[in-house]
């Protein structure tokens, strides 16, 4: 009876089915497994959209992908998408992103859906379900919900005398176990923070809420300030510091330098690799243990975060959440998305996900709770049960992660006072906090008490306005010189009999050249202009908001670091390398023998391209032992001290130094500019030799009869000849350079602390990262206006030159 | 030559200066190779030894460095797995050094006898090697994706519907993941683990490494029995007379002492895989424990009907699903019910030394041992000898595996680059377009400002060139938005349109076109030759080498471009080499990158050694007027 009836039913649904699956609906997922390969987590997930495809015929899901973007920017692909005309229908939003992407308008307000069936909000722990209400709205559906726990080895605390049923309940005593873990003959460390960009202060947040601090507070008006600049910020930093950077003594008298080890993969590397003995990780309300699966469960015990030194528990709490995009406008594409969305979070995904588990043989990981739920009771064990306690414990402590406007980009400004607090242990971390909460309010929050904003905008009006008149003058002045002084060089006219014909063939001729540099340079250009004075948004309204963006990008402190670093790079490109290629020529026009040979060698570089060097080199400033520069450190300090043995003297160094060159603020910049010298001499050399060649040699030899010496026929015949071509490469270096920003982007991507943050990185940073394009417009055109001088004299020096092909 | 005069050139202060030169620019040359020797170098490296930074590397000459290579790549570096199977102590994977007692005559009897066994070993009980791990891709995901490539024929569409998955290219397919330690798997039912288990069967045999239970068993000693805590001298006691973890060999019955008997229920009870266990005589048992476990008929009867015998009784599950009940159930029977006499072994480490057993018994019977043991206890603690056969054939396949490692990054560089849907393509239109187009729209309106003495010729000059007062930052925002409103984005027209046109490029050839004799053109127009004759027969010519280095700066511009191409053409249909290259060292190891970056030179470098004349030709000089 039964069975008829299913069968019924199912053909029914069939029938129901046919003239939907006629017309599929597509919806693009940012973010779903391609295939079941890799972690049992992105199998569960991979095995959960099978099912809801199974179940809902009419919808097929597609993977959307976009680029993957390295460096302090690694989260913005999807950003990139939307802004490329790409946006996914689904996207995987966590709460640092949730705001800013409102913002955008990039969300979809779900409440509509959500009234079609209200309990699926009923699973949702209640301190998740505070944040996701954004002023009456929800915008996104969490499937699953995240707390940080300690994680940590039992093992390693057996063999280091601690009792593994007791995990550090206090900072003290965290601090302490720490010590009795990190034994440096082995490579064992107590803890670890990742210093991939946003690692170091993802982690640090829960001292930080353990002190009793915050992160970002709400003001009354709804926008966000940074609040981590407190006396309980400061004793999170000094705890930081002490973990990673304070000098101790070892049982066997030695020295050691902090419990915590820095690395930019330390869950792969430390934790997987058995050298670490205490770690932050991730719990979620389906699996209790998130831990690389090569670690026996038995070994791993997972307890609550010690508690600060006022006794506070804290913990950061997550929650993995889809959003549907605005920008989708079709009903059914939008009822669709929900589909996938509700179900991701259903009980039936969390079927699926238990015993997806359970096949892959890792029941023991997951919660007791879910394997109750769904009769795998031979799966609950004492370990998971003790992880359960845990998980209820971290649930309610739990702080959600920052999640107001921008903070999808808090963790990588804050971790720069920690990266400083680490270089250079001495600073004070009161200022160190105080500078980096000033940074992030600027930057990302764009909080600016009213008054002073007021006040800004008076300076702002007048000195915009004088400096434009100032420039527009200058310019107009320069131009009319010019072309006056180049309409007077020549002015001869074609006594043409079909005069408007012969201009007709010449406009044709000329049409495509100014046709296209009018829409792609002069109305660029002048529509840059006036995005300098608007809030520009993708897809949200686009608001006019006078010189709110030049206040912002004049007041904003990288923007002068910009500026800063551009100069300075400048000042070492042309500096160290400027000459290099007229020397070059010099020895390579004079050397009688080998010139083939030497010239196709140093124009090697010119034949790979700009990336290719910038990789090439990022490689040779490895930190590690091994990268080429530290190998020749290495031997430099071998020699030195072979050196020193020889003469008797104490001149010995460690020989075990490495240096992170591209991470080091004393070397990042040198090594960002090293790579582009070397590339440039080469080529460039090329050059001066084709110029050096069209110097007669006549000259030379009546030179030679007068009896000049080589430095004299140097200086008074080789340098004047070639003049106007060094004037030329001079200033078009020097605005190259200071536009520079394709190879840092590539090696140091703007780091460390800044330190090789140039304009050009500021302003592409900003707009294609954080989508401000408003600001990244004024930034751009302040940079003009600095450069404008520069480019008019070039443009002085072209009309004294003619270009003529060297024979 | 000549500001070093040619007299006086034989003296010692002149003969020491050209050598002084020769010293610097030497010096000079050898910072520019350098870098490139070591790339080439790396290149051809992996995981072991790309740290080396060697521009020979170590395994092109060191038997050693290429089996710690062949190693680490078998067993995708898992050293821990390789010290258990040899029976090492490797502190690193770069220290694995090949076997001291290859050469004896009982190695190789030993091995000889071997390989027989582990031809003969069924295929569920045999691991397919050479993974890789990580950023590491090995040789069977490589080999397994141009299996698949042949099989659907290129279209990525077909396998994602037969395997049901959602790959974008083939560069993403890997191989299903084998768990063939794990309890309840087993050779799986769905197209794609059929398929791989088809293809499994064609692999060389050193590729399939035996998943036996040693290992398992070692580690179930070390890290799971509570009662030893990890300390080997305890299990010495009870596992008799051994002195590390690896030395711990499993019996395929259960042993007679006591506790050796306790540590072998409780892992064959609670970790062998189901696939190793005989239990013929367990039937009525088993009988006895469903009816415990469903105690009312009907309910067993859906779930248990395919293991209805003729009679209605229940036979044993024979093979056993992967999940579902009867797998659950199944666990549950092994763990709790079973008795455990009634059980042993069906894998390939005991197997072996059963098999191995009969033989030296045999061979001794009948005097003809050729083996030095003589007491066949021995043979209970040997295992199996993975370390002298991985040896054996690196050594004997030296050459090949040379040229393998050799080609390997390069193989996956250029799989992912010619695969990788359209890049190759891409990037060759894109180039093209750009040296076509750069080619027409600068000369045909610098011809046309030299040669029609328009009176605001220079107007427009000015026209162009300003654009050059500002920083193409200004206007890259609005010119991205432009190409989003236009809907180009993502097309060629946003790859090309907006670089077509360059004041400065205009500027020089405007130059060029005025230096030319004008004698040519007055002889032509009295010929009566047209304007585009005239264009066609005089200027080209002429102007063929500044052409040449025009559309060769257009060809090194489109072909290094990856910033803004990265922004406008987001959809990786789009997306040129350089693209792709910027996200393969994303996700991609050192050595991999170096093979990449190895390859991307390589247009640009054919193409400067062809054309290294025309450049010099070609170089325009600027000189005062």
Same mark, same amino acid.
Request: hydrophobic share 45%; net charge positive; glycine share 6%.
């Given at each position: 009876?039964?069975?008829?009836?299913?069968?019924?039913?199912?053909?029914?649904?069939?029938?129901?089915?046919?003239?939907?699956?006629?017309?599929?609906?597509?919806?693009?997922?940012?973010?779903?497994?391609?295939?079941?390969?890799?972690?049992?987590?992105?199998?569960?997930?991979?095995?959960?959209?099978?099912?809801?495809?199974?179940?809902?015929?009419?919808?097929?899901?597609?993977?959307?992908?976009?680029?993957?973007?390295?460096?302090?920017?690694?989260?913005?692909?999807?950003?990139?998408?939307?802004?490329?005309?790409?946006?996914?229908?689904?996207?995987?939003?966590?709460?640092?992103?949730?705001?800013?992407?409102?913002?955008?308008?990039?969300?979809?307000?779900?409440?509509?859906?959500?009234?079609?069936?209200?309990?699926?909000?009923?699973?949702?722990?209640?301190?998740?379900?505070?944040?996701?209400?954004?002023?009456?709205?929800?915008?996104?559906?969490?499937?699953?919900?995240?707390?940080?726990?300690?994680?940590?080895?039992?093992?390693?605390?057996?063999?280091?005398?601690?009792?593994?049923?007791?995990?550090?309940?206090?900072?003290?005593?965290?601090?302490?176990?720490?010590?009795?873990?990190?034994?440096?003959?082995?490579?064992?460390?107590?803890?670890?923070?990742?210093?991939?960009?946003?690692?170091?202060?993802?982690?640090?947040?829960?001292?930080?809420?353990?002190?009793?601090?915050?992160?970002?507070?709400?003001?009354?008006?709804?926008?966000?300030?940074?609040?981590?600049?407190?006396?309980?910020?400061?004793?999170?930093?000094?705890?930081?510091?002490?973990?990673?950077?304070?000098?101790?003594?070892?049982?066997?008298?030695?020295?050691?330098?902090?419990?915590?080890?820095?690395?930019?993969?330390?869950?792969?590397?430390?934790?997987?690799?058995?050298?670490?003995?205490?770690?932050?990780?991730?719990?979620?309300?389906?699996?209790?243990?998130?831990?690389?699966?090569?670690?026996?469960?038995?070994?791993?015990?997972?307890?609550?975060?010690?508690?600060?030194?006022?006794?506070?528990?804290?913990?950061?709490?997550?929650?993995?959440?889809?959003?549907?995009?605005?920008?989708?406008?079709?009903?059914?594409?939008?009822?669709?998305?929900?589909?996938?969305?509700?179900?991701?979070?259903?009980?039936?995904?969390?079927?699926?996900?238990?015993?997806?588990?359970?096949?892959?043989?890792?029941?023991?990981?997951?919660?007791?709770?879910?394997?109750?739920?769904?009769?795998?009771?031979?799966?609950?064990?004492?370990?998971?049960?003790?992880?359960?306690?845990?998980?209820?414990?971290?649930?309610?402590?739990?702080?959600?992660?920052?999640?107001?406007?921008?903070?999808?980009?808090?963790?990588?400004?804050?971790?720069?006072?920690?990266?400083?607090?680490?270089?250079?242990?001495?600073?004070?971390?009161?200022?160190?906090?105080?500078?980096?909460?000033?940074?992030?309010?600027?930057?990302?929050?764009?909080?600016?008490?009213?008054?002073?904003?007021?006040?800004?905008?008076?300076?702002?009006?007048?000195?915009?306005?004088?400096?434009?008149?100032?420039?527009?003058?200058?310019?107009?002045?320069?131009?009319?010189?010019?072309?006056?002084?180049?309409?007077?060089?020549?002015?001869?006219?074609?006594?043409?009999?079909?005069?408007?014909?012969?201009?007709?063939?010449?406009?044709?001729?000329?049409?495509?050249?100014?046709?296209?540099?009018?829409?792609?340079?002069?109305?660029?250009?002048?529509?840059?202009?006036?995005?300098?004075?608007?809030?520009?948004?993708?897809?949200?309204?686009?608001?006019?908001?006078?010189?709110?963006?030049?206040?912002?990008?004049?007041?904003?402190?990288?923007?002068?670091?910009?500026?800063?670093?551009?100069?300075?790079?400048?000042?070492?490109?042309?500096?160290?390398?400027?000459?290099?290629?007229?020397?070059?020529?010099?020895?390579?026009?004079?050397?009688?023998?080998?010139?083939?040979?030497?010239?196709?060698?140093?124009?090697?570089?010119?034949?790979?391209?700009?990336?290719?060097?910038?990789?090439?080199?990022?490689?040779?400033?490895?930190?590690?032992?091994?990268?080429?520069?530290?190998?020749?450190?290495?031997?430099?300090?071998?020699?030195?001290?072979?050196?020193?043995?020889?003469?008797?003297?104490?001149?010995?160094?460690?020989?075990?130094?490495?240096?992170?060159?591209?991470?080091?603020?004393?070397?990042?910049?040198?090594?960002?500019?090293?790579?582009?010298?070397?590339?440039?001499?080469?080529?460039?050399?090329?050059?001066?030799?084709?110029?050096?060649?069209?110097?007669?040699?006549?000259?030379?030899?009546?030179?030679?009869?007068?009896?000049?010496?080589?430095?004299?026929?140097?200086?008074?015949?080789?340098?004047?000849?070639?003049?106007?071509?060094?004037?030329?490469?001079?200033?078009?270096?020097?605005?190259?350079?200071?536009?520079?920003?394709?190879?840092?982007?590539?090696?140091?991507?703007?780091?460390?602390?800044?330190?090789?943050?140039?304009?050009?990185?500021?302003?592409?940073?900003?707009?294609?990262?954080?989508?401000?394009?408003?600001?990244?417009?004024?930034?751009?055109?302040?940079?003009?206006?600095?450069?404008?001088?520069?480019?008019?004299?070039?443009?002085?020096?072209?009309?004294?030159?003619?270009?003529?092909?060297?024979? | 030559?000549?500001?070093?005069?040619?007299?006086?050139?034989?003296?010692?202060?002149?003969?020491?200066?050209?050598?002084?030169?020769?010293?610097?620019?030497?010096?000079?040359?050898?910072?520019? $190779?350098?870098?490139?020797?070591?790339? +080439? &170098? @790396? /290149?051809?490296?992996?995981?072991?030894?790309?740290?080396?930074? *060697?521009?020979?590397?170590?395994?092109?000459?060191?038997?050693?460095?290429?089996?710690?290579?062949?190693?680490?790549?078998?067993?995708?570096?898992?050293?821990?797995?390789?010290?258990?199977?040899?029976?090492?102590?490797?502190?690193?994977?770069?220290?694995?050094?090949?076997?001291?007692?290859?050469?004896?005559?009982?190695?190789?009897?030993?091995?000889?006898?071997?390989?027989?066994?582990?031809?003969?070993?069924?295929?569920?009980?045999?691991?397919?090697?050479?993974?890789?791990?990580?950023?590491?891709?090995?040789?069977?995901?490589?080999?397994?994706?141009?299996?698949?490539?042949?099989?659907?024929?290129?279209?990525?569409?077909?396998?994602?519907?037969?395997?049901?998955?959602?790959?974008?290219?083939?560069?993403?397919?890997?191989?299903?993941?084998?768990? $063939?330690?794990?309890?309840?798997?087993? +050779? &799986? @039912? /769905?197209?794609?683990?059929?398929?791989?288990?088809?293809?499994? *069967?064609?692999?060389?045999?050193?590729?399939?490494?035996?998943?036996?239970?040693?290992?398992?068993?070692?580690?179930?000693?070390?890290?799971?029995?509570?009662?030893?805590?990890?300390?080997?001298?305890?299990?010495?006691?009870?596992?008799?007379?051994?002195?590390?973890?690896?030395?711990?060999?499993?019996?395929?019955?259960?042993?007679?002492?006591?506790?050796?008997?306790?540590?072998?229920?409780?892992?064959?009870?609670?970790?062998?895989?189901?696939?190793?266990?005989?239990?013929?005589?367990?039937?009525?048992?088993?009988?006895?424990?469903?009816?415990?476990?469903?105690?009312?008929?009907?309910?067993?009867?859906?779930?248990?009907?395919?293991?209805?015998?003729?009679?209605?009784?229940?036979?044993?599950?024979?093979?056993?699903?992967?999940?579902?009940?009867?797998?659950?159930?199944?666990?549950?029977?092994?763990?709790?019910?079973?008795?455990?006499?009634?059980?042993?072994?069906?894998?390939?480490?005991?197997?072996?030394?059963?098999?191995?057993?009969?033989?030296?018994?045999?061979?001794?019977?009948?005097?003809?041992?050729?083996?030095?043991?003589?007491?066949?206890?021995?043979?209970?603690?040997?295992?199996?000898?993975?370390?002298?056969?991985?040896?054996?054939?690196?050594?004997?396949?030296?050459?090949?595996?040379?040229?393998?490692?050799?080609?390997?990054?390069?193989?996956?560089?250029?799989?992912?680059?010619?695969?990788?849907?359209?890049?190759?393509?891409?990037?060759?239109?894109?180039?093209?377009?750009?040296?076509?187009?750069?080619?027409?729209?600068?000369?045909?309106?610098?011809?046309?400002?030299?040669?029609?003495?328009?009176?605001?010729?220079?107007?427009?000059?000015?026209?162009?060139?300003?654009?050059?007062?500002?920083?193409?930052?200004?206007?890259?925002?609005?010119?991205?938005?432009?190409?989003?409103?236009?809907?180009?984005?993502?097309?060629?027209?946003?790859?090309?349109?907006?670089?077509?046109?360059?004041?400065?490029?205009?500027?020089?050839?405007?130059?060029?076109?005025?230096?030319?004799?004008?004698?040519?053109?007055?002889?032509?127009?009295?010929?009566?030759?047209?304007?585009?004759?005239?264009?066609?027969?005089?200027?080209?010519?002429?102007?063929?080498?500044?052409?040449?280095?025009?559309?060769?700066?257009?060809?090194?511009?489109?072909?290094?471009?990856?910033?803004?191409?990265?922004?406008?053409?987001?959809?990786?249909?789009?997306?040129?080499?350089?693209?792709?290259?910027?996200?393969?060292?994303?996700?991609?190891?050192?050595?991999?990158?170096?093979?990449?970056?190895?390859?991307?030179?390589?247009?640009?470098?054919?193409?400067?050694?062809?054309?290294?004349?025309?450049?010099?030709?070609?170089?325009?000089?600027?000189?005062?007027?």
């Amino acid at each position: 009876m039964r069975r008829t009836l299913k069968t019924f039913l199912f053909l029914a649904l069939l029938v129901l089915a046919l003239p939907t699956h006629a017309q599929t609906v597509t919806v693009r997922v940012w973010g779903i497994p391609r295939s079941a390969e890799g972690g049992p987590f992105e199998r569960a997930n991979r095995q959960i959209i099978d099912a809801f495809e199974k179940k809902f015929p009419a919808i097929h899901l597609e993977a959307a992908t976009g680029l993957q973007v390295n460096g302090p920017a690694n989260e913005s692909g999807v950003l990139m998408a939307i802004a490329g005309g790409l946006a996914p229908d689904v996207m995987y939003v966590n709460f640092r992103q949730m705001e800013s992407y409102i913002k955008q308008g990039f969300l979809l307000p779900l409440d509509d859906l959500i009234a079609q069936d209200p309990r699926v909000l009923e699973p949702i722990h209640p301190n998740i379900r505070k944040v996701l209400n954004v002023r009456g709205h929800v915008y996104a559906f969490p499937y699953q919900q995240w707390v940080q726990a300690l994680y940590y080895r039992k093992d390693f605390f057996r063999e280091a005398g601690l009792d593994p049923e007791h995990p550090p309940r206090t900072w003290d005593e965290f601090y302490t176990y720490a010590q009795k873990l990190t034994k440096p003959e082995k490579g064992q460390w107590g803890f670890g923070f990742d210093s991939s960009p946003q690692g170091t202060s993802w982690y640090w947040v829960n001292f930080l809420w353990q002190a009793g601090g915050e992160v970002v507070r709400e003001l009354p008006d709804g926008r966000w300030a940074s609040a981590f600049n407190t006396p309980e910020g400061v004793t999170a930093l000094k705890f930081y510091r002490k973990l990673v950077a304070e000098e101790w003594t070892l049982p066997n008298g030695q020295k050691q330098r902090g419990v915590a080890v820095r690395a930019t993969d330390v869950l792969n590397d430390y934790v997987g690799k058995n050298h670490q003995a205490m770690w932050f990780e991730y719990q979620s309300n389906a699996i209790a243990n998130r831990a690389s699966i090569n670690i026996s469960p038995a070994l791993i015990g997972i307890a609550p975060m010690p508690k600060g030194p006022t006794g506070i528990s804290a913990n950061e709490l997550n929650a993995s959440m889809w959003g549907i995009c605005a920008l989708q406008k079709d009903p059914k594409v939008q009822q669709a998305a929900w589909e996938f969305v509700k179900y991701m979070g259903s009980d039936e995904a969390d079927a699926i996900r238990t015993r997806a588990y359970i096949d892959a043989g890792l029941g023991m990981y997951l919660s007791p709770l879910s394997l109750k739920k769904h009769g795998y009771l031979e799966y609950v064990t004492g370990a998971n049960k003790e992880w359960l306690k845990a998980t209820e414990e971290l649930f309610k402590n739990g702080k959600p992660e920052p999640f107001g406007e921008n903070c999808q980009l808090i963790y990588t400004e804050l971790d720069q006072p920690l990266v400083e607090i680490g270089l250079y242990p001495d600073h004070d971390p009161t200022e160190v906090l105080n500078r980096a909460a000033k940074t992030i309010d600027a930057k990302l929050l764009g909080y600016v008490e009213p008054e002073v904003q007021k006040r800004r905008r008076q300076i702002a009006l007048g000195a915009v306005t004088g400096g434009f008149a100032l420039i527009l003058g200058l310019g107009v002045l320069m131009i009319r010189r010019l072309s006056m002084a180049i309409t007077d060089t020549e002015g001869s006219r074609m006594a043409g009999t079909n005069r408007f014909r012969y201009h007709l063939i010449a406009w044709v001729f000329m049409l495509p050249a100014v046709g296209s540099i009018a829409l792609w340079a002069y109305f660029p250009l002048a529509r840059g202009l006036l995005m300098a004075f608007q809030d520009y948004r993708i897809a949200a309204k686009t608001r006019w908001i006078g010189l709110d963006n030049f206040i912002e990008v004049a007041t904003q402190e990288t923007f002068w670091k910009g500026i800063l670093h551009s100069l300075e790079y400048v000042g070492l490109t042309l500096g160290l390398g400027f000459c290099l290629p007229i020397l070059l020529a010099l020895l390579l026009a004079e050397i009688p023998r080998g010139k083939m040979l030497y010239r196709s060698l140093y124009y090697l570089p010119a034949v790979t391209s700009g990336l290719v060097i910038a990789f090439l080199w990022k490689q040779f400033y490895a930190p590690t032992e091994q990268g080429l520069f530290n190998q020749m450190l290495h031997g430099l300090i071998e020699a030195w001290n072979t050196l020193g043995q020889w003469l008797h003297l104490p001149l010995h160094l460690k020989s075990d130094m490495k240096i992170d060159w591209l991470g080091d603020p004393t070397f990042a910049m040198l090594a960002v500019v090293l790579p582009v010298i070397w590339a440039g001499a080469g080529p460039g050399s090329i050059l001066y030799l084709a110029a050096l060649k069209s110097i007669s040699e006549d000259v030379y030899e009546a030179a030679d009869i007068d009896g000049a010496s080589i430095w004299h026929k140097i200086r008074y015949i080789t340098v004047p000849s070639l003049r106007p071509l060094i004037m030329i490469n001079f200033v078009g270096a020097f605005i190259g350079s200071f536009k520079a920003m394709e190879n840092i982007f590539v090696m140091t991507g703007g780091g460390p602390l800044y330190r090789t943050h140039t304009i050009g990185l500021e302003i592409w940073y900003n707009a294609f990262m954080y989508l401000k394009f408003g600001y990244a417009t004024a930034a751009a055109w302040i940079m003009g206006a600095m450069l404008v001088g520069f480019t008019l004299y070039q443009l002085r020096l072209l009309r004294n030159i003619r270009f003529t092909a060297n024979n | 030559m000549p500001i070093i005069p040619r007299v006086g050139r034989k003296t010692a202060r002149m003969r020491l200066l050209f050598a002084l030169m020769h010293l610097v620019l030497a010096l000079g040359a050898l910072t520019m $190779l350098y870098p490139f020797l070591l790339m +080439l &170098g @790396t /290149s051809i490296t992996s995981s072991t030894d790309t740290n080396e930074f *060697r521009v020979i590397p170590r395994y092109l000459s060191d038997n050693n460095a290429l089996f710690a290579k062949y190693v680490d790549d078998k067993y995708a570096g898992d050293l821990e797995r390789i010290n258990l199977l040899y029976r090492t102590d490797f502190k690193r994977l770069s220290d694995v050094t090949l076997p001291t007692n290859l050469n004896t005559l009982d190695s190789r009897n030993i091995l000889h006898f071997w390989q027989f066994h582990h031809a003969d070993t069924p295929i569920d009980q045999l691991e397919a090697g050479f993974r890789g791990y990580g950023v590491h891709v090995g040789n069977l995901t490589l080999t397994w994706r141009s299996y698949l490539r042949e099989r659907f024929q290129n279209d990525i569409k077909a396998l994602n519907r037969s395997h049901h998955e959602e790959h974008q290219s083939f560069e993403t397919v890997s191989p299903p993941i084998e768990r $063939l330690t794990a309890r309840n798997w087993s +050779l &799986g @039912t /769905s197209q794609k683990e059929r398929d791989f288990l088809e293809w499994k *069967r064609t692999l060389p045999k050193n590729w399939l490494i035996e998943a036996g239970l040693d290992v398992l068993f070692a580690h179930y000693l070390k890290e799971e029995a509570p009662h030893y805590g990890g300390d080997i001298r305890k299990v010495a006691k009870v596992w008799g007379g051994i002195r590390s973890f690896a030395e711990i060999t499993i019996p395929s019955h259960p042993p007679t002492n006591p506790q050796a008997r306790a540590d072998w229920e409780s892992f064959v009870r609670r970790f062998v895989p189901f696939r190793y266990l005989i239990l013929p005589t367990a039937l009525p048992e088993y009988r006895a424990f469903l009816k415990v476990r469903y105690p009312s008929y009907p309910k067993l009867d859906r779930a248990y009907d395919s293991l209805k015998n003729a009679n209605g009784e229940y036979d044993l599950p024979n093979p056993l699903p992967s999940n579902g009940r009867i797998t659950q159930d199944w666990g549950e029977f092994i763990s709790k019910a079973v008795p455990i006499a009634k059980v042993s072994l069906k894998e390939p480490d005991s197997n072996f030394r059963r098999v191995f057993t009969s033989e030296v018994y045999n061979a001794i019977r009948c005097h003809y041992n050729t083996y030095s043991i003589t007491d066949l206890s021995t043979i209970a603690k040997m295992n199996a000898p993975y370390y002298l056969a991985d040896a054996r054939y690196v050594l004997d396949n030296a050459l090949h595996l040379r040229r393998n490692y050799i080609t390997h990054n390069y193989n996956l560089v250029i799989d992912y680059l010619l695969l990788h849907g359209r890049a190759l393509w891409v990037t060759i239109l894109f180039c093209l377009a750009m040296i076509l187009t750069t080619l027409t729209v600068n000369p045909l309106c610098a011809y046309a400002l030299s040669r029609y003495r328009l009176p605001y010729a220079y107007n427009v000059l000015l026209f162009l060139l300003a654009t050059m007062a500002f920083p193409a930052e200004v206007a890259m925002i609005p010119n991205f938005l432009l190409l989003k409103e236009l809907g180009f984005l993502n097309t060629y027209w946003a790859l090309i349109l907006p670089g077509a046109a360059s004041g400065f490029s205009i500027f020089l050839l405007k130059g060029f076109f005025d230096s030319l004799p004008r004698d040519l053109y007055e002889a032509g127009m009295i010929d009566g030759a047209s304007e585009a004759r005239m264009f066609l027969t005089i200027t080209l010519p002429l102007a063929r080498p500044i052409f040449a280095v025009i559309a060769l700066e257009a060809f090194t511009a489109s072909y290094g471009a990856f910033m803004f191409a990265l922004i406008i053409c987001q959809d990786p249909k789009m997306w040129t080499i350089m693209v792709w290259l910027y996200q393969l060292q994303i996700n991609h190891a050192q050595y991999i990158n170096m093979a990449a970056l190895t390859i991307a030179s390589l247009p640009t470098l054919l193409v400067f050694i062809f054309a290294q004349n025309v450049i010099l030709r070609g170089i325009l000089l600027p000189t005062e007027k």
